[in-house]
Structure formats: structure tokens, C-alpha cells
């Protein structure tokens, strides 16, 4: 073997003694994070805990008194004591808020490195606004609740929210997708009706996504959907219609005017993804068509990293 062979292998060994020594660093210097979870996300807390392995699920006794009353149990309260702990949280009704606050609560309190809130979907996001006088914005009374949890010994509690309700689809997720065609479409009204137009893009051909992060009831996105299929898209061409929405909040089973059970039409949505930041709406939709679930797990798993 050549002189310049040699040192060439020679360095090649070495690079590549200096990348799995900086994988080994990386992996060490990770936090081992003990996840504790309410009873609606048991499933998407088993399934962060699967993408990784510095993620160790831990369980509270979720019971009540007599009177209704939470009765909780921390289980094995003394072996996260300088440990860094983290709680998922649904705040799906105000019924399960107060039992998880009590929890929120105390765990900070309890000699633990760091605490960390997971909050997927944050509620009251769409009522801040005061428009008259005696309006209640609960949005600021659940920010304040949530902003006075306890410190721990490594200092304030750090908050994950997924996303919470706003205005503007576009504004918010158009930077997102700059990787793929975008259409544009836009509502004017003449006289006393509300018409789409396109307002920029080519749907021709094209499979058409609506994006947007919250679905209540889901009748302005019907609307939206069905103006869009028969006055815009379908007008120019576009091959189907579909939607994602990241917080499939529905409430009162609305999600089922979207199965193709109950819209058999051509016009229903191909596809209809949501993620699982609502437990409830999860387990009620099951494999149901339309909807497709995607799950936040490896993003949080990823977060509680940071």
C-alpha cells in the first residue's frame, strides 16, 4: 500500500472515530424525561414514549370522592426528585381542568431538575376577544392559570402548545408549504352573496388540500369546501378535494357530516387528516372514512428534548 493510501485510510478511521464519538456524546447529553399523562392521552402518551427511549412513561391515580371530588395519587412521587418531568395534558372540557391543574401544581413542587407542560391544543385560543362590555375572555383567564405554575429547581415551567386558534390560514401556514403549488382563493360578496373566486394559482389537475388549524362544527368548512369544489375547482380543473386540519375539535359527533357514509356525493372530501391533539375526537373517528389521523408524537418526543 501506497504512503498516501495509508494516510489516507488513516484518515477516514479517524473521521469516522470523530462522528460515532460525537453520536455517543449527543445521544448521553440527551434528558431523560419521565412523562406523566392524563386518562385521555394514555395512547398518545405510549406512543411518544415509543420514539424514544430516553422517555419513560409514569402514572397518577386518577379517582374521585364521594362528592365528585378528584382524589389523585402520584405514583412513585420520590424517584423523579432531580429529574426532569414533563405532563401531557387535554383540556377538553372544563370537568377534567381542575384535577389536571391540581396535578399541573404540584409536580414542580416536588424537588424535580425541570418541568415541562405539554398542552397539544390550548381551547379558549378563539375567545381573547372583548367586543362589548361583560364579555369574558377565558383565553386570558386559562394564559394566567397556566403562566402561575409553580417553578421548579431548574427554574420556570417550560409550555408546549402545538398551535392554538387564530385567524388567517395563509398567513400562517403558506411558508410551510412553499415546496408545493399553491392555489389562492378569496371571498367577495355582491349584494347580499358570499362568492369564491380564485384569486391566483392553477388547480387544473390537481389534487387541492384545504389547510387550516381548528374545525369546530365544521360548517364553514362544508361551505368553503363545497364553494370552492363546484364554483372554483372543479371549474378549473382540479382533480379533488381534501382537507387538514390540525385540532379535530368536534363537538357533538359533528365529524360525522364528513364520513362518505353521510356525503356519499362526489363532491365530499377525499381525504380529511387531523391530528391527535384531541383524544376524545380520536377514539370517536376511528378508522373512519374519510379521516386519516397523524400523530404528534415524534414531535413531542422531539420537543421535550430541547
Keep these: 500500500m501506497s504512503e498516501n493510501a495509508a494516510n489516507n485510510n488513516n484518515s477516514i478511521m479517524e473521521k469516522n472515530q470523530a ?6 456524546v449527543s445521544e448521553l447529553q440527551k434528558k431523560k424525561v419521565h412523562l406523566f399523562y392524563c386518562l385521555e392521552c394514555e395512547e398518545l402518551a405510549r406512543n411518544i414514549a415509543s420514539e424514544s427511549d430516553h422517555i419513560t412513561l409514569q402514572s397518577i391515580n386518577w379517582r374521585s370522592f364521594a362528592d365528585g371530588f378528584p382524589n389523585l395519587f402520584i405514583n412513585n412521587a420520590h424517584e423523579i426528585r432531580g429529574q426532569h418531568v414533563a405532563f401531557l395534558a387535554s383540556f377538553s ?31 379558549t385560543g378563539s375567545f381573547e376577544r372583548m367586543e362589548e362590555e361583560g364579555d369574558v375572555a377565558t383565553a386570558f383567564t386559562m394564559a394566567r392559570i397556566v403562566s402561575n405554575i409553580p417553578i421548579s429547581r431548574g427554574g420556570p415551567t417550560s409550555v408546549i ?20 403549488p399553491t392555489v389562492v382563493c378569496t371571498k367577495v360578496r355582491e349584494g347580499d352573496k358570499r362568492i369564491v373566486r380564485l384569486k391566483e394559482g392553477n388547480p387544473a389537475g390537481c389534487h387541492v388540500v384545504i389547510v387550516d388549524d381548528l374545525v369546530q362544527s ?14 372554483v375547482l372543479a371549474a378549473h380543473g382540479a382533480a379533488k378535494v381534501s382537507a387538514y386540519v390540525t385540532h379535530g375539535v368536534f363537538p357533538k359527533s359533528s365529524w360525522e357530516r364528513f364520513t362518505h357514509k353521510n356525503n356519499g356525493s362526489e363532491e365530499a372530501f ?7 391533539s384531541c383524544p376524545q375526537t380520536v377514539k370517536s373517528i376511528g378508522n ?13 418526543a422531539g420537543a421535550l428534548q430541547i
Excluded at 462522528?19 to 455517543?24: F, G, R, T, Y
Excluded at 402548545?161 to 408545493?180: E, S
Excluded at 365544521?218 to 364554483?231: N, V, W
Aim: overall charge negative.
Design 93 to 123: 372540557s372544563p370537568a377534567v381542568i381542575f384535577e389536571q391543574i391540581s396535578v399541573i401544581y404540584l409536580l414542580p413542587r416536588l424537588f424535580v431538575a425541570s418541568f415541562t407542560l405539554v398542552l397539544p391544543f390550548f381551547p
Design 218 to 231: 365544521g360548517g364553514t368548512l362544508i361551505e368553503c369546501q363545497m364553494m370552492f369544489y363546484e364554483k
Design 270 to 276: 377525499a381525504y380529511f387528516w387531523i391530528t391527535d
Design 288 to 300: 373512519k372514512a374519510p379521516f386519516e389521523v397523524l400523530s404528534l408524537a415524534g414531535s413531542i
Design 161 to 180: 402548545i402545538v398551535a392554538f386558534p387564530d385567524d388567517g390560514a395563509w398567513k400562517r401556514f403558506h411558508k410551510l408549504l412553499d415546496q408545493y
Design 19 to 24: 462522528i460515532c464519538k460525537e453520536a455517543i
